[in-house]
């Protein structure tokens, strides 16, 4: 009854440290990115809404690495101080044994290994993507904020685009000069008089139109030249809808995504590695809930020092740095193919659980 007790205890004290973690590193997490999204505010004018929606997007692609960097939070804050207020000590006194103590730590790293895959494959990947497309859909909605009359603007929708003068506001161009690569064995230049950007948008659903005016069409092949003259000349930009039909980016891709890819025979040996890669590092995340929550519990529980409530976020941290330099190290090796990716990822999160036990077995004896 005792031992039911205490590991309710526990388990209950390490709920809040968990919900403040999560928020800790979310609100970390989106500082890193806080450069990013001030260029966005400023080059698209974004609304709150709006960016309120990129941010949930981002925080929700973070969470596959947020939920075990929250538990070793949780579980180091709890039982550092448990340790600094002599409760360990107290509990044991009366019979409890640490196996019991290390329980709730456990049952709740287990718990959250579950939910961090089903994260990893679904939730994570999906927010990752949204995050992707919404991107894409702000660029084709402000299309006139990457543009700079006067000078040549690169990457534009695969276009090099040039205009003596822009009105940013109507989307008016005048003297264009259009560089169109998207068929780089028929590249075409194209000169217009004026260019007009057209949008049919609606929360960012439309397409956009480049509708040129008086101007010339030229087509330079190796024993050939043309030259066409027109007087309205369209220009279609990517609608966001084909977004939709794009290869993925590795993040975005669910775990249906990548059995599919896996199942393809005329994969390259660089997308096979991918795949493989993302497959066996999205698992190992997942135990790595296990492993923090053990690590947790190792380091938390020590002598009694009241420094150790003080430095539990500062030792979270370190851990946490260490972690995460050798998995992405690790996912550099597998990608490179210079390691099978399942030796590689799995080498590294075997040897941290490894770590963890002999920290918890510490603690034991």
């Given at each position: ?111 959250l290994a579950l939910v961090s895959a089903h994260t990893s494959f679904q939730v994570g990947p999906w927010g990752n993507r949204q995050f992707e497309l919404l ?127 896996l199942k393809q025979t005329n994969l390259t040996p660089e997308r096979l590695r991918l795949l493989k890669t993302e497959f066996h590092k999205r698992w190992a ?30 030792l979270c941290i370190g851990i946490i740095v260490l972690y995460w330099a050798f998995y992405v190290l690790s996912e550099s090796l597998a990608r490179q193919g ?28």
């Amino acid at each position: 009854m005792r031992g039911r007790q205490a590991a309710r205890y526990i388990f209950i004290e390490m709920l809040p440290g968990l919900i403040l973690g999560v928020m800790v590193f979310i609100f970390i997490l989106l500082m890193f990115q806080a450069l990013r999204l001030t260029e966005f505010v400023l080059v698209h004018g974004l609304s709150i809404k709006t960016i309120v929606e990129m941010m949930g997007f981002m925080s929700i692609s973070f969470l596959p690495a947020i939920l075990p960097m929250s538990l070793l939070f949780a579980v180091l804050m709890t039982y550092g101080r448990l340790s600094s207020d002599s409760e360990i000590i107290a509990m044991r006194s009366v019979g409890l044994s640490m196996s019991t103590l290390t329980l709730p730590a456990v049952i709740l790293g287990t718990m959250l290994a579950l939910v961090s895959a089903h994260t990893s494959f679904q939730v994570g990947p999906w927010g990752n993507r949204q995050f992707e497309l919404l991107i894409s859909k702000l660029a084709n909605s402000k299309v006139t904020a990457t543009l700079r009359e006067g000078t040549f603007s690169e990457g534009f929708f695969d276009l090099v685009v040039y205009a003596d003068q822009i009105d940013s506001k109507t989307g008016h161009m005048n003297k264009v000069f259009i560089y169109n690569e998207r068929d780089e064995k028929m590249p075409v230049t194209i000169i217009a008089k004026e260019g007009q950007l057209v949008q049919v948008a609606s929360d960012f659903e439309g397409k956009t139109t480049l509708h040129l005016k008086d101007g010339n069409i030229h087509r330079n092949l190796t024993d050939n030249y043309t030259k066409v003259d027109f007087v309205g000349y369209d220009i279609r930009m990517t609608s966001p809808t084909t977004d939709f039909t794009r290869e993925k980016s590795p993040q975005s891709l669910t775990y249906q995504d990548i059995q599919d890819g896996l199942k393809q025979t005329n994969l390259t040996p660089e997308r096979l590695r991918l795949l493989k890669t993302e497959f066996h590092k999205r698992w190992a995340l997942s135990l790595t809930c296990l492993t923090f929550s053990l690590i947790g519990v190792g380091l938390g529980t020590v002598t009694n020092r009241r420094a150790v409530k003080s430095s539990g976020l500062v030792l979270c941290i370190g851990i946490i740095v260490l972690y995460w330099a050798f998995y992405v190290l690790s996912e550099s090796l597998a990608r490179q193919g210079t390691v099978a990716p399942w030796l590689s990822i799995w080498g590294v999160a075997i040897t941290f659980l490894g770590i963890s036990v002999w920290s918890v077995k510490r603690v034991w004896d």
